[in-house]
C-alpha cells in the first residue's frame, strides 16, 4: 500500500504560478507511473501530467507549455509546476499511482490516490 498526500493548493491570481507536491508514504522507486488528475465543479475528472519511472511526460493539451511534472525518487515525491494559471484551470487537483502500466484517460486500473488539493485561479 502506498499513501499520497498532496500540498501546495491554493488561491491564486490569474497569471500566477504554483507548485504542487504529492509525497508517497514508501519509496516509489517501483512505481511506473505517477500524476496528476483534476477535477472542476461539474466536470469529469480530467488527467493532467504524468511521468513514468524512465522519466517520460505527457500533459493534456490544454496545460502543455504552462505546466511541468517532475518526480524526485530520492524524496518519494512528485511534483507539478504549475506556471500561467488561467480561470479554467481552478479544480482539485489529485495525485495518482499506478505500479505496472500508465495512468489513463479514463483512470482505469489506477491503483493509489490522494485525498486532493484546491487550486482556485482568479480572473
Known amino acids: 500500500q502506498v499513501q499520497l498526500v498532496e500540498s501546495g493548493g491554493g488561491l491564486v491570481q490569474a497569471g500566477g504560478s504554483l507548485r504542487l507536491s504529492c509525497a508517497a508514504s514508501?519509496?516509489?522507486?517501483?512505481?511506473?507511473?505517477m500524476g496528476w488528475y483534476r477535477q472542476a465543479p461539474g466536470k469529469q475528472r480530467e488527467l493532467v501530467a504524468t511521468?513514468?519511472?524512465?522519466?517520460?511526460?505527457n500533459y493534456v493539451g490544454s496545460v502543455k507549455g504552462r505546466f511541468t511534472i517532475s518526480r524526485d525518487n530520492a524524496k518519494n515525491t512528485v511534483y507539478l509546476q504549475m506556471n500561467s494559471l488561467k480561470p479554467e484551470d481552478t479544480a482539485v487537483y489529485y495525485c495518482a499511482a499506478r505500479s505496472r502500466g500508465v495512468l489513463l484517460v479514463t483512470s482505469y486500473g489506477t491503483d493509489y490516490w490522494g485525498k486532493g488539493t484546491l487550486v482556485t485561479v482568479s480572473s
Open positions: 511521468i513514468t519511472s524512465g522519466g517520460s511526460t
Open positions: 514508501r519509496s516509489i522507486v517501483s512505481i511506473n507511473a
